[in-house]
């Protein structure tokens, strides 16, 4: 079996692709520091606790596997945080990525697979977003991104480096077995959200805005199942390692809800009255994002495949055991 390197994979999206890449035969090696990432989650995986930003652990780890391929979802992901304190983001997410490269680099190790974000279009020109949108992040969340995209382009125009950069909308959902689900702490994602008033965790949800140019004045968002997420991963690793080009794609549904769409389908699924509450549009959140996902159907040859209702279906199955 091919070593891979899961950088990050303690943590929701990476926890999933080790269950995807042990499926296709790979054999998933975990690196996390588990600061936001549960070991629970790697569940019968190798998992060496550690830093990506650790330069000797790493020359350790790339001395003992012969990685095929490294994937890299470890990163800061809150933008309000990024705002109040830039340079954690700019520390651990670029600069640490900085030093996995110099290693992957000095190991000769020349397959990355990187988990950037729709953050890296700023605010939409067009409802519908393709690879071809300005690139102007408005947060620094987001400009951590954007300069790791650049560091991976220019070390490939240098011939030293094959990449995937998929960049995604709004990823949730859960294992389809309940497995492993989503379990961010603080959670600041809708959909978890809703499942913890369902619970009765909390009291109601906040609704950010009611007088957007929506069908019903909430803001429209893109949903992506994680395993749909992880399939796509999975083919543009597949791809790297067979052709050695590089890949940038979107990674969406390719069809928007809005957030009270969402919240009734929770109301539907659970069986639980959701309560709300009207707060303030939030400045900077645009009413429509939605992911064109075109480029990935021809690249990759995949398309996302879960509704909305599957996504709910399975988190609700994972909080619910």
């Known amino acids: 079996m091919q070593p891979i390197l899961i950088v990050g994979g303690a943590g929701y999206i990476g926890?999933?692709?080790?269950?995807?890449?042990?499926?296709?035969?790979?054999?998933?090696?975990?690196?996390d520091n588990l600061s936001t990432g549960h070991r629970e989650a790697v569940l019968d995986a190798e998992l060496i606790v550690g830093d990506m930003n650790d330069a000797a652990l790493l020359s350790n780890l790339f001395s003992r596997y012969s990685f095929s391929a490294v994937m890299h979802f470890a990163a800061c992901i809150e933008v309000g945080e990024s705002v109040r304190d830039p340079l954690k983001y700019?520390?651990?997410?670029v600069a640490a990525t900085i030093t996995l490269l110099e290693a992957m680099q000095k190991h000769q190790i020349e397959t990355l697979i990187f988990s950037?974000?729709?953050?890296?279009?700023?605010?939409?020109?067009?409802a519908s977003i393709n690879e071809a949108h300005p690139l102007n992040p408005i947060n620094p969340y987001g400009r951590s991104k954007l300069m790791i995209e650049q560091i991976i382009q220019d070390l490939a125009q240098q011939g030293k480096l094959h990449y995937?950069?998929?960049?995604?909308?709004?990823?949730a959902g859960a294992d389809a077995e309940a497995r492993?689900?989503?379990c961010h702490q603080p959670e600041s994602h809708l959909i978890p959200l809703l499942l913890q008033v369902a619970r009765g965790e909390r009291k109601n949800i906040t609704v950010f805005g009611v007088d957007y140019p929506t069908i019903d004045g909430t803001c429209v968002r893109d949903y992506i199942h994680v395993d749909d997420l992880c399939a796509a991963h999975l083919s543009a690793l597949n791809i790297l390692l067979a052709e050695k080009r590089n890949l940038i794609c979107n990674l969406g549904l390719g069809h928007?809800?809005?957030?009270?769409e969402v919240i009734n389908k929770v109301r539907q699924i659970t069986g639980h009255s959701i309560?709300?509450?009207e707060g303030?549009?939030?400045a900077g959140d645009p009413p429509i994002l939605v992911a064109d996902a075109q480029l990935a159907y021809r690249e990759l040859k995949w398309q996302a495949q879960a509704d909305l209702a599957q996504i709910i279906t399975h988190a609700w199955q994972y909080v619910e055991i």
């Open 275 to 277: 309560p709300i509450i």
């Open 90 to 93: 700019y520390k651990n997410n």
């Open 164 to 171: 995937a950069i998929l960049r995604y909308f709004n990823a």
């Open 256 to 260: 928007g809800y809005t957030v009270l």
């Open 280 to 282: 303030q549009a939030r």
């Open 180 to 182: 492993i689900g989503e």
């Open 116 to 126: 950037s974000t729709a953050a890296v279009y700023g605010l939409p020109n067009a």
């Open 15 to 31: 926890s999933h692709m080790l269950l995807h890449l042990k499926t296709a035969g790979y054999q998933p090696i975990v690196l």
